[in-house]
């Protein structure tokens, strides 16, 4: 296994944007990379991603791919940071991002 120097090194040429270090004990990665995910309302308390921005980029979710998220707007917010929170592994080891935020987009 390569040491915390190592992996932290391999992990800064494949992601370029924001920082991330080796968590040795959770055998993970703790990422501190700004992410704004958007949801928006598509029927009464039901809701789907449109779009993540992160680094500067904006990417947009297909609508037909998206599976609906379904609760209160509040609830369905903290699904959504949870499911993207942990959604991204490099090298087998999770990827754990800490500054997600999701907001209601009124552009649908």
């Not at 490099?90 to 552009?107: A, D, Q």
Request: one cysteine or more.
């Amino acid at each position: 296994m390569p040491s915390k120097t190592e992996l932290e090194a391999l992990i800064a040429q494949k992601w370029t944007l924001g920082n991330f270090i080796f968590d040795e004990v959770r055998q993970c990665f703790l990422g501190n990379m700004e992410i704004v995910l958007y949801i928006a309302r598509i029927a009464e308390e039901t809701y789907r991603l449109v779009g993540t921005f992160f680094g500067g980029y904006e990417v947009w979710e297909d609508e037909e791919h998206e599976t609906p998220y379904r609760g209160a707007e509040q609830e369905v917010k903290q699904k959504v940071v949870e499911a993207r929170r942990m959604g991204e592994e490099f090298m087998g080891y999770p990827i754990v991002f800490s500054g997600i935020v999701c907001r209601l987009s009124e552009e649908v």
